[in-house]
Protein backbone atom coordinates (compact mmCIF):
# COMPACT_ATOMS: atom_id res chain seq x y z
CA UNK A 1 0.00 0.00 0.00
CA UNK A 2 1.40 3.46 -0.72
CA UNK A 3 2.48 5.58 1.75
CA UNK A 4 0.92 9.20 2.61
CA UNK A 5 2.72 12.33 3.85
CA UNK A 6 1.71 15.36 4.81
CA UNK A 7 1.48 18.16 7.08
CA UNK A 8 0.76 17.46 11.09
CA UNK A 9 -1.21 20.66 11.58
CA UNK A 10 -2.48 23.76 10.16
CA UNK A 11 -4.25 26.80 11.19
CA UNK A 12 -6.41 28.76 9.02
CA UNK A 13 -9.15 31.96 9.38
CA UNK A 14 -12.45 31.60 8.99
CA UNK A 15 -13.75 32.82 5.72
CA UNK A 16 -10.29 31.19 4.33
CA UNK A 17 -9.21 29.00 1.61
CA UNK A 18 -7.65 25.67 3.40
CA UNK A 19 -5.10 23.54 0.55
CA UNK A 20 -3.81 20.62 2.56
CA UNK A 21 -1.19 18.89 0.31
CA UNK A 22 -0.38 14.93 0.12
CA UNK A 23 2.45 13.23 -0.67
CA UNK A 24 2.43 9.86 -1.93
CA UNK A 25 5.20 8.76 -4.06
CA UNK A 26 4.79 4.82 -4.07
CA UNK A 27 1.33 5.20 -5.56
CA UNK A 28 0.26 2.51 -7.79
CA UNK A 29 -1.80 2.48 -11.19
CA UNK A 30 -5.09 0.96 -9.80
CA UNK A 31 -4.85 2.98 -6.30
CA UNK A 32 -7.01 5.95 -5.83
CA UNK A 33 -7.09 8.96 -3.76
CA UNK A 34 -9.73 9.29 -0.48
CA UNK A 35 -10.01 11.68 1.77
CA UNK A 36 -11.70 11.35 5.28
CA UNK A 37 -12.74 14.28 7.68
CA UNK A 38 -12.96 13.29 11.58
CA UNK A 39 -14.08 15.49 14.49
CA UNK A 40 -13.27 14.51 18.24
CA UNK A 41 -15.21 11.24 19.52
CA UNK A 42 -16.55 10.81 16.03
CA UNK A 43 -15.95 8.63 12.88
CA UNK A 44 -14.32 9.60 9.73
CA UNK A 45 -17.00 11.08 7.35
CA UNK A 46 -15.55 10.40 3.66
CA UNK A 47 -14.97 13.91 1.97
CA UNK A 48 -13.98 13.38 -1.80
CA UNK A 49 -12.05 10.69 -3.95
CA UNK A 50 -10.18 10.89 -7.36
CA UNK A 51 -7.95 9.17 -9.68
CA UNK A 52 -6.70 11.75 -11.23
CA UNK A 53 -7.31 15.57 -12.07
CA UNK A 54 -9.33 17.73 -10.66
CA UNK A 55 -12.93 16.61 -8.82
CA UNK A 56 -14.97 18.92 -7.13
CA UNK A 57 -18.18 18.21 -4.91
CA UNK A 58 -20.57 20.87 -2.33
CA UNK A 59 -17.60 20.25 0.10
CA UNK A 60 -14.24 20.25 -1.51
CA UNK A 61 -12.31 20.05 -4.30
CA UNK A 62 -9.23 17.56 -4.89
CA UNK A 63 -6.48 18.61 -7.40
CA UNK A 64 -4.21 15.71 -8.90
CA UNK A 65 -1.61 16.37 -11.08
CA UNK A 66 -0.14 14.13 -13.71
CA UNK A 67 2.21 12.05 -12.25
CA UNK A 68 -0.16 11.30 -9.61
CA UNK A 69 2.54 11.29 -6.81
CA UNK A 70 0.67 14.55 -4.38
CA UNK A 71 -2.77 15.39 -4.30
CA UNK A 72 -4.16 18.92 -2.94
CA UNK A 73 -7.42 18.85 -0.72
CA UNK A 74 -8.70 22.37 -1.26
CA UNK A 75 -11.28 23.57 1.16
CA UNK A 76 -13.01 26.97 0.22
CA UNK A 77 -14.28 29.50 3.25
CA UNK A 78 -13.41 27.82 5.83
CA UNK A 79 -15.94 27.98 8.81
CA UNK A 80 -15.27 27.38 12.49
CA UNK A 81 -16.66 24.00 12.39
CA UNK A 82 -14.40 22.69 10.13
CA UNK A 83 -12.10 22.33 12.86
CA UNK A 84 -11.11 18.42 12.39
CA UNK A 85 -8.33 15.84 11.45
CA UNK A 86 -8.28 15.28 7.92
CA UNK A 87 -6.45 11.81 6.53
CA UNK A 88 -5.47 11.26 2.79
CA UNK A 89 -5.76 7.60 2.11
CA UNK A 90 -4.61 5.89 -0.68
CA UNK A 91 -5.59 2.39 -2.19
CA UNK A 92 -6.82 0.17 -4.59
CA UNK A 93 -10.70 0.16 -4.06
CA UNK A 94 -10.80 -3.10 -5.95
CA UNK A 95 -8.54 -5.31 -3.65
CA UNK A 96 -10.02 -7.78 -1.40
CA UNK A 97 -10.75 -6.33 2.15
CA UNK A 98 -11.41 -3.23 1.03
CA UNK A 99 -9.35 -1.68 4.13
CA UNK A 100 -8.64 1.62 4.60
CA UNK A 101 -4.76 2.76 6.00
CA UNK A 102 -5.18 5.67 7.66
CA UNK A 103 -1.87 7.81 8.34
CA UNK A 104 -1.72 10.42 11.47
CA UNK A 105 -3.53 12.97 9.36
CA UNK A 106 -3.66 17.00 9.50
CA UNK A 107 -5.05 18.62 12.22
CA UNK A 108 -6.80 22.00 10.99
CA UNK A 109 -7.84 24.91 13.32
CA UNK A 110 -9.99 27.52 12.24
CA UNK A 111 -9.86 30.56 13.94
CA UNK A 112 -12.33 33.56 14.50
CA UNK B 1 -25.61 10.65 10.21
CA UNK B 2 -24.37 7.57 8.64
CA UNK B 3 -27.02 5.16 9.75
CA UNK B 4 -24.30 2.67 11.64
CA UNK B 5 -24.67 2.55 15.37
CA UNK B 6 -22.07 1.32 17.81
CA UNK B 7 -23.10 -0.06 21.51
CA UNK B 8 -21.71 0.19 23.99
CA UNK B 9 -20.90 4.38 24.12
CA UNK B 10 -18.00 3.47 26.41
CA UNK B 11 -17.24 0.92 28.48
CA UNK B 12 -14.25 0.16 30.92
CA UNK B 13 -12.58 -3.08 31.87
CA UNK B 14 -9.62 -4.91 34.01
CA UNK B 15 -6.67 -5.88 32.61
CA UNK B 16 -7.79 -9.85 31.52
CA UNK B 17 -10.94 -9.05 31.00
CA UNK B 18 -12.79 -10.26 27.52
CA UNK B 19 -15.11 -7.49 25.84
CA UNK B 20 -17.80 -7.32 23.16
CA UNK B 21 -18.29 -4.35 21.24
CA UNK B 22 -21.86 -4.54 18.52
CA UNK B 23 -22.08 -2.95 15.26
CA UNK B 24 -25.27 -2.27 13.47
CA UNK B 25 -24.32 -1.21 9.61
CA UNK B 26 -26.38 0.86 7.32
CA UNK B 27 -29.29 -0.74 5.65
CA UNK B 28 -28.51 -2.44 2.37
CA UNK B 29 -24.54 -2.86 3.38
CA UNK B 30 -22.80 -6.58 2.87
CA UNK B 31 -19.22 -5.41 4.37
CA UNK B 32 -18.26 -4.40 7.91
CA UNK B 33 -14.92 -3.64 8.75
CA UNK B 34 -13.37 -2.34 12.47
CA UNK B 35 -10.41 0.05 13.48
CA UNK B 36 -8.82 0.62 16.52
CA UNK B 37 -7.83 4.11 16.63
CA UNK B 38 -5.64 5.28 20.06
CA UNK B 39 -5.45 8.87 21.03
CA UNK B 40 -3.86 10.72 18.82
CA UNK B 41 -3.55 8.49 15.70
CA UNK B 42 -5.50 7.65 12.73
CA UNK B 43 -7.15 4.59 12.47
CA UNK B 44 -5.53 0.84 12.23
CA UNK B 45 -7.53 -1.34 10.53
CA UNK B 46 -8.46 -5.05 12.41
CA UNK B 47 -10.33 -7.33 10.25
CA UNK B 48 -13.47 -6.71 7.84
CA UNK B 49 -16.28 -8.94 7.10
CA UNK B 50 -18.69 -9.52 3.90
CA UNK B 51 -21.32 -11.88 3.96
CA UNK B 52 -20.26 -13.58 7.36
CA UNK B 53 -17.16 -14.58 6.67
CA UNK B 54 -13.78 -12.73 7.29
CA UNK B 55 -12.38 -10.61 4.29
CA UNK B 56 -9.55 -8.99 5.51
CA UNK B 57 -7.10 -8.86 8.62
CA UNK B 58 -4.52 -5.79 9.87
CA UNK B 59 -1.96 -6.84 11.79
CA UNK B 60 -3.44 -7.59 15.16
CA UNK B 61 -3.33 -10.49 17.34
CA UNK B 62 -5.90 -13.53 17.33
CA UNK B 63 -7.32 -12.59 20.65
CA UNK B 64 -9.17 -9.78 18.55
CA UNK B 65 -12.06 -11.83 17.05
CA UNK B 66 -15.47 -10.76 15.11
CA UNK B 67 -18.19 -12.07 13.75
CA UNK B 68 -21.29 -11.04 11.31
CA UNK B 69 -24.35 -12.30 11.40
CA UNK B 70 -27.31 -12.70 9.09
CA UNK B 71 -28.32 -9.55 9.21
CA UNK B 72 -25.25 -8.14 8.87
CA UNK B 73 -24.65 -6.17 12.11
CA UNK B 74 -21.44 -7.40 13.76
CA UNK B 75 -19.42 -8.03 16.62
CA UNK B 76 -15.98 -7.82 17.76
CA UNK B 77 -14.81 -9.44 20.68
CA UNK B 78 -11.44 -8.75 22.43
CA UNK B 79 -9.89 -11.20 24.77
CA UNK B 80 -7.71 -10.94 27.91
CA UNK B 81 -7.31 -7.50 27.44
CA UNK B 82 -4.26 -5.18 27.90
CA UNK B 83 -4.00 -1.81 28.87
CA UNK B 84 -2.92 -0.82 25.32
CA UNK B 85 -6.22 -2.03 24.51
CA UNK B 86 -7.43 1.39 25.66
CA UNK B 87 -8.88 2.74 21.92
CA UNK B 88 -11.31 3.77 19.96
CA UNK B 89 -13.06 1.30 17.89
CA UNK B 90 -14.75 2.36 15.12
CA UNK B 91 -17.13 -0.08 12.89
CA UNK B 92 -17.65 0.76 8.99
CA UNK B 93 -19.87 -0.44 6.96
CA UNK B 94 -20.12 -0.77 3.06
CA UNK B 95 -21.31 -2.31 0.12
CA UNK B 96 -18.62 -4.10 -1.39
CA UNK B 97 -19.11 -3.79 -5.16
CA UNK B 98 -16.20 -2.03 -6.78
CA UNK B 99 -16.24 1.68 -7.42
CA UNK B 100 -15.68 3.88 -4.59
CA UNK B 101 -14.06 3.12 -1.95
CA UNK B 102 -16.42 4.73 0.87
CA UNK B 103 -17.24 3.19 3.72
CA UNK B 104 -19.60 4.83 6.86
CA UNK B 105 -18.20 4.60 9.83
CA UNK B 106 -20.26 4.85 13.37
CA UNK B 107 -19.55 7.03 16.62
CA UNK B 108 -17.57 4.33 17.62
CA UNK B 109 -17.20 2.46 20.89
CA UNK B 110 -14.48 4.09 23.78
CA UNK B 111 -13.01 1.50 25.54
CA UNK B 112 -11.13 1.69 28.67
CA UNK B 113 -8.48 -1.12 30.27
CA UNK B 114 -7.80 -0.06 33.15
Known amino acids: LAKTTQPISMDSYEGQEVNITCSHNNIATNDYITWYQQFPSQGPRFIIQGYKTKVTNEVASLFIPADRKSSTLSLPRVSLSDTAVYYCLVGDTQAAGNKLTFGGGTRVLVKP | ?114
Open chain 2, 1 to 114: ETGVTQSPTHLIKTRGQQVTLRCSSQSGHNTVSWYQQALGQGPQFIFQYYREEENGRGNFPPRFSGLQFPNYSSELNVNALELDDSALYLCASSQLAGGRNEQFFGPGTRLTVL
